[in-house]
């Protein structure tokens, strides 16, 4: 039987980290603030890329990953004060870090299209 979700706390809530055994009180945590969002929203940049396409990391080195796109969201990118296109990718079985991953995200910036026979 499904129990109600308590509308007030009996004490204040805190996070417990089982692995070091310590206690976090999110109430300390000093967040930024949220973004608001563009002037012109929705009528933004359309996206680069669309859902289906093959695209991978651009290089950084000699290994990267690719895979083919299976989302996107409108977001904002801390890391260039602005809001941009963020993708969900479906990793290609055969890219470096799908051993341990199925899925990654990525900001439209850091993907480039990606033809898997042609690199071959």
Known sequence: MAQ???HKRSRPLQVIHRTF???LDPGHLHLPSA???PAAFPQVEMPRFHLGDRLRWIPQGNATDWGLVMGRCYSYAPHCRCWQWCYLIWLDPASPSAAWV???IAWEDDLEPFD???AQ
């Open 4 to 6: 109600s979700f308590p």
């Open 21 to 23: 055994g310590c206690a």
């Open 35 to 37: 973004p608001d969002l």
């Open 102 to 104: 199925r899925a990654d």
């Open 116 to 118: 898997q026979e042609a």
